[in-house]
């Protein structure tokens, strides 16, 4: 073999060479394309942005199942709480976020209510819709448990409906308690007052400093004072009694139409590519399937609710629609 026929074998072998490292590149640097289509989420860090502070039920509700995302997604994940404006700081970040499914938001009803009470000029409408982990079934209302007045549901509703609009329940304005207490007011057919006490500790101030005569809560951050005799439950609002304090009936039961569950969920920006959404719908799925999940959440009085995204929605909306009806109804 000649030296130019050596020259043109030896360029023809260095070619095929090239031609096959470039085809087979992809496992050393990654499909650029398989990126741009969202396969390879997650690709770094997710951050779910809560709301609300920490040690609060939405922030213990997001570590909770972020701690076991971490796993059934493969990505690392921070909880990243962000207070102000009725949770409008927090939702405009997640809103303007790169769509891109690292920048997740994780709520609950309040969302909406922002809406329904003017602080806000957008819902869950303006967000792509993220599955739904658990819900809060446990509202209730408190009386003190020394009134002389009334000691239970159907003596209140008595009383109440003798002295229209003498009776005060204290809630944080434009927050669940308002709302809930709404439903309770068109439940019971009692004619209340609404003073505008703040959060619950100070809820709680204020029944037993005796300056309302109600206060809306859940039932896990106020049972010692119902174990102790210083409140007293009126009821839950629940389909049926909660395991956890069976001893407490349901609004239902006692033949009122109460049932107001407090849904935790995640939403993305609007334009998530609906690949990374299920993606992680199904990291979630696994998540709140975790023994230890269910065991955490036991921890705080509650269980898994698990709902798709499509679920959730009807779920949120419906209830949306609701609180809507009752605060044109009812709202001062």
């Known amino acids: 073999m000649n030296k130019k026929s050596l020259v043109i074998l030896s360029l023809a072998m260095v070619a095929t060479l090239i031609f096959a490292g470039m085809a087979n590149a992809w496992w050393i640097f990654g499909d650029e394309s398989k990126k741009e289509g969202g396969s390879t989420y997650p690709s770094k860090p997710i951050q779910i942005i809560v709301p609300a502070g920490p040690g609060g039920d939405t922030d213990t509700n997001a570590r909770t199942i972020a701690k076991y995302l971490d796993d059934t997604l493969g990505a690392n994940i921070a909880v990243v709480n962000m207070e102000g404006a009725g949770s409008t700081i927090a939702s405009q970040h997640v809103k303007n976020s790169k769509p891109d499914g690292h920048t997740v938001m994780f709520f609950h009803s309040s969302l909406y209510l922002a809406k329904i009470f003017g602080v806000a000029e957008y ?50 304005t434009g927050g669940m308690s308002h709302m809930v207490s709404l439903a309770f007011a068109d439940a019971v057919g009692v004619e209340f007052n609404f003073a505008d006490v703040g959060g619950q500790s100070a809820k709680n101030a204020a029944l037993l400093g005796g300056h309302v005569d109600l206060i809306y809560g859940i039932v896990s951050p106020v049972l010692s004072y119902i174990k102790s005799g210083d409140m007293i439950s009126l009821g839950i609002t629940a389909e049926e009694r909660q395991e956890a304090y069976d001893f407490i009936p349901t609004f239902i039961e006692q033949g009122y139409k109460l ?70 109804k009812l709202a001062f």
Do not use: C, W
């Open 259 to 328: 049932n107001i569950g407090k849904p935790y969920y995640f939403l993305f920006p609007k334009d998530t590519p609906q690949e990374i959404v299920d993606t992680f719908t199904a990291a979630v799925k696994e998540a709140t399937e975790e023994q230890g999940y269910k065991d955490d959440l036991a921890k705080v009085k509650l269980k898994p609710n698990y709902k798709d995204p499509e679920e959730a929605r009807s779920f949120i909306t419906h209830q949306r629609d609701y609180f809507q009806m009752l605060y044109n």
């Open 123 to 172: 819902d869950f409408e303006a967000f792509k819709q993220g599955p739904m982990v658990t819900l809060e079934p446990s509202n209730t209302f408190l009386i003190k448990g020394d009134d002389p007045r009334f000691s239970n549901l159907d003596e209140l509703v008595a009383y109440g409906k003798k002295h229209p609009g003498e009776l005060t329940i204290g809630i944080e």
